[in-house]
């Protein structure tokens, strides 16, 4: 089946730093990707949805300014969390549309210290 | 205000038994509906779909019915196994493009006591 690949699974940063997080896919082109965000015991809250080629589309209420999605080809999408608070520690996980409906990457817990 | 509810948040079951898993939708205009198993640090998996001109799929010990008057959906499990411990999320979108939102419920965790 269709698989998306999201890196890193797990990663610290330290308060003023960014991060990146990666999303491939790896057996199909994803044209589009969607970036969601889980608090704990709570649901996946749609961030943005990002389309190859053109600026990625956010959610009311998610910063543009501080969540930076690239999808510059149609196998990777890209995150950025700028500027990174421990507010932003969260778990974050990809999506592309498949034939059967939607293939998530594995998640990334970021942590900020 | 939420689109997608799962108004239970945990469900125990015992081994063999039936799990239900309930979930209701506000926005009429959904018409694609999936439900996803999560394990903990992990993404979802995708378990089941359906579709509203369909009131019932299945595929093999999940059944899906839709009762599209009541906008409410179930997740059957029969029968239930410890692996199917897992959160399971609720999930509706309005159509199956490229282009549609997967709006996702809160999610219930099941217990399956051995």
């Known amino acids: 089946g269709a698989v998306v690949s999201q890196h890193p699974s797990r990663v610290i940063c330290k308060s003023g730093t960014s991060v990146k997080i990666e999303c491939r896919s790896l057996d199909f082109q994803a044209t589009t990707m969607f970036w969601y965000r889980q608090f704990p015991k709570q649901s996946l809250m749609l961030m943005a949805t990002s389309n190859e080629g053109s600026k990625a589309t956010y959610e009311q209420g998610v910063e543009k300014d501080k969540f930076l999605i690239n999808h510059a080809s149609l196998t990777l999408s890209t995150l950025t969390v700028t500027s990174a608070h421990p507010e932003d520690s969260s778990f974050y996980i990809c999506?592309?549309?498949?034939?059967?409906?939607?293939?998530f990457g594995s998640g990334t817990r970021l942590t900020v210290v | 205000d939420q689109q997608v509810k799962q108004n239970s948040p945990s469900l125990s079951v015992q081994e063999g038994r039936i799990s239900i898993l309930n979930c209701d939708y506000t926005?009429?205009?959904?018409?694609?509906f999936l439900w996803y198993k999560k394990y903990p640090a992990e993404g979802p998996t995708f378990l089941i779909s359906?579709?509203?001109?369909?009131d019932k799929n299945e595929d093999g010990r999940f059944t899906v019915f839709l009762n599209k008057s009541a906008k409410h959906l179930s997740l059957h499990i029969v029968p239930s196994q410890p692996g199917d411990s897992a959160v399971y999320f609720c999930?509706?979108?309005?159509?199956?493009?490229?282009?549609?939102?997967?709006?996702f419920g809160p999610g219930t965790s099941l217990s399956v006591i051995p």
């Open positions: 926005n009429s205009m959904f018409d694609y």
């Open positions: 999506s592309a549309p498949v034939n059967y409906g939607y293939t």
């Open positions: 999930a509706a979108s309005a159509g199956k493009t490229s282009y549609d939102k997967v709006i």
């Open positions: 359906i579709s509203s001109i369909k």
